[in-house]
């Protein structure tokens, strides 16, 4: 019998840092394992080679009058530095109370367990399961997935499914599960002011050398208004309006801002055009300063400055916005405002469009949605309303996967996000962890999904 918590256990072992060159061989034993995995449930497995991480293709069942369902996910986890942080080490997972503990618990090794659980409960009972399903895991998630797209070309005749079913989202809690129902895109950019060929003694040249860290902080200072919107001319042009159904859903979340507050440390939330922090992070395109940098880093001062100095920001897309229009403008902006008299790099990076989807039985549905979608997303309404004991919210989620959008303008396919991952998982970040009591309930909901679909299909 497939016993999950011994799975998860094992698979947590592997340190597939993506991003590191140094864990090699973690990425290795990970796509090995989850290989062995798919196979021992009668999946005939293909591992597709790509210029970085290759990727797992496993299908079951070719029977093509039946639904054709591809369930996604990734075997990649971030770096797990600081590891002073961790209360035990990152990859010897532990189970302390109703949590098991280690990268990757909830991001996205324990979602995407969940889904292969609930097939493999399905293939373990004596009756036949009428369902053709296809096991797409990539290895660069946490980079972007940069493969992706390659693969997608050659590949999207074998991906014509009815829809996407994927558990890479957040819930609210163990008890309040959300289908997520929209993705932000991303971009990012960097860019490099150089000044003097070298640093110069701030006492002989101080006065009449312009500070290449000047630039940079004045640079990234001009890019927001006073009230925090994002000061780029047409930056906002294609933002679509939210509809109310979807503003009213909000109220679904019990959690007030002062606790949110509390949650993530901060003293109060800083939001633009009044919204409140959960609608901001749902609905509202960001511009975001992630690295800033120049000049002497060490301990005590010295007096310099500096040849150079960077600045590394992404931005968060909402629906209709495009990635690479969002990209000329931000370039086009840090061009403008650079004076003369320094030099200027700015390098363009990996970028990913937004995606949304509007259920069934809701306002402004496309008429055109696959019929085992609709059937999937009204299985799922019924199978997380009767195990976890209330119904769940449809909510956009503010973070983004690029592929989910790729899927879509390529091949066709819309999603079911499974959003079972809570605001305790600490995603990212040190002592990840994963909620076991919500992972078996959510087992038991996937299970029920997937045999619906099967059973409509046989009715």
Request: charged share 20%; net charge negative.
């Amino acid at each position: 019998m497939f016993d999950p918590i011994k799975v998860i256990q094992e698979y947590l072992r592997f340190p597939s840092v993506s991003t590191d060159p140094d864990y090699k061989e973690g990425m290795e034993g990970a796509r090995s394992y989850m290989s062995s995995l798919l196979e021992s449930i009668g999946c005939s497995v293909e591992v597709i080679k790509t210029p970085l991480h290759p990727i797992i293709m496993a299908t079951l069942n070719d029977d093509t009058d039946w639904p054709h369902v591809i369930i996604y996910g990734h075997y990649d986890v971030q770096p797990a530095d600081p590891f002073d942080l961790w209360s035990s080490p990152p990859f010897e997972p532990e189970i302390r109370g109703n949590r098991i503990y280690g990268r990757g618990a909830a991001d996205n090794k324990g979602p995407l367990l969940i889904l292969i659980s609930a097939v493999a409960r399905l293939l373990e009972k004596p009756e036949q399961l009428p369902l053709r399903i296809t096991f797409l895991i990539e290895g660069e998630e946490e980079t972007g997935s940069p493969s992706f797209g390659g693969f997608l070309k050659q590949y999207k005749d074998k991906l014509d499914g009815d829809f996407l079913l994927l558990s890479d989202t957040g819930c609210i809690s163990p008890e309040q599960i959300v289908i997520t129902t929209g993705l932000r895109g991303v971009v990012g950019i960097e860019f490099e002011v150089t000044g003097a060929q070298s640093d110069l003694h701030s006492g002989f040249y101080g006065g009449a050398v312009l500070n290449p860290i000047q630039v940079v902080s004045e640079i990234c200072a001009s890019l927001h208004n006073q009230d925090g919107t994002i000061n780029i001319e047409g930056f906002y042009n294609d933002v679509r309006e939210v509809p109310n159904w979807e503003i009213e859903e909000l109220k679904g979340i019990e959690s007030s801002e002062d606790d949110f507050a509390k949650l993530l440390g901060v003293k109060q939330f800083y939001t633009s055009n009044g919204y409140s922090p959960f609608a901001a992070v749902r609905f509202c395109p960001t511009l975001e300063f992630n690295g800033i940098g120049g000049g002497y880093q060490g301990e005590g001062n010295k007096t310099i400055i500096p040849s150079k100095a960077f600045a590394k920001i992404t931005s968060r897309l909402v629906a209709d916005q495009n990635p690479e229009e969002i990209t000329r403008l931000i370039s086009e902006a840090i061009k403008e405002r650079c004076p003369p008299h320094v030099s200027l790099e700015v390098k363009e990076g990996h970028g990913g469009s937004p995606y949304l989807v509007v259920p069934p039985d809701h306002p402004n549905s496309t008429t055109d949605q696959s019929p085992t979608l609709t059937q999937a997303f009204r299985a799922a309404d019924r199978a997380i309303s009767d195990v976890f004991g209330k119904p769940p919210l449809y909510l956009r989620e503010g973070g983004s996967i690029p592929i989910i959008a790729d899927l879509k303008n390529v091949v066709g396919l819309d999603s079911l996000m499974l959003g079972f991952v809570t605001p305790s998982d600490s995603i990212h970040g040190p002592n990840e962890s994963f909620n076991l009591d919500l992972m078996g309930k959510a087992i038991d909901a996937t299970e029920r999904i997937l045999a619906s679909i099967a059973n409509s299909r046989e009715n």
